[in-house]
């Protein structure tokens, strides 16, 4: 049984937990190492590995407490040339990069049991096609709408250039909608650049109607159909 927890999403951080049959895998750790602590039950036993995709704070806040408590944390940013894939037995990690600005970042292709679970965040636009790998999962950013976006904003050069926006998401989703499909969960919402229920709305035009489509919130749990 594989289910998916989401400890935080957005700007004051994001952290995902994976567990299968009771051990886990985290994405991404920019929350306090004691909110991660509580998301897994103070289980760290069981935690397999962290992987983290940028260096950005609301992404890596953990990074140092994590390791002193000896877990395997994997920080793909680090490197110049970092392995193309990762094991955590029992997960298998791939990853790819994504341009998000002057910062290195990188989506993960998670492998677990019969299950594939695509995790991108923080990217403008995604050059690769999984369709043949065939996604049952795709947690997937949709940051802001055009129509939201404040263009005299201090931040906006970074929104634009680092951030999906809700058409580069839906565009990506299509792309990448196989029979395998089940699961699309939008995460990284802007708060005020945004409307959550009308991003799954149109994500729901693109996707087959058994397909659960949802945005992220705190401490909520999916658990994922065997496939």
């Known amino acids: 049984m594989l289910t998916i927890k989401c400890l935080g999403s957005g700007s004051s951080g994001n952290c995902w937990v994976l567990n299968y049959n009771g051990a886990s895998l985290l994405l991404d750790a920019g929350l306090p190492i004691k909110t991660i602590k509580q998301g897994v039950d103070y289980n760290l036993i069981g935690i397999r590995g962290v992987c983290v995709t940028h260096t950005h704070k609301d992404h890596n806040l953990a990074v140092n407490d994590l390791r002193k408590l000896g877990l395997q944390v994997f920080t793909p940013y680090e490197s110049e040339n970092p392995p193309k894939k990762m094991d955590f037995n029992p997960f298998s990690v791939q990853i790819f ?109 693109v996707v087959k109607r058994s397909v659960n489509v949802d945005y992220a919130r705190a401490n909520e749990s999916y658990l994922l159909d065997s496939i």
């Open 97 to 205: 990069p994504l341009p998000h600005g002057e910062v290195d970042c990188y989506g993960f292709l998670v492998k677990v049991g019969d299950h594939r679970i695509l995790y991108m965040t923080d990217f403008e636009y995604c050059k690769y096609s999984f369709r043949k790998i065939q996604p049952d999962t795709i947690i997937i950013e949709c940051n802001y709408q055009d129509k939201f976006l404040n263009k005299d904003a201090e931040n906006v050069v970074h929104k634009v250039t680092g951030h999906a926006e809700l058409q580069t998401t839906l565009d990506f989703v299509r792309e990448n909608h196989t029979d395998a499909l089940k699961n699309v969960i939008l995460t990284h919402l802007g708060m005020e650049t945004c409307d959550g229920n009308e991003c799954v709305a149109e994500i729901k035009k």
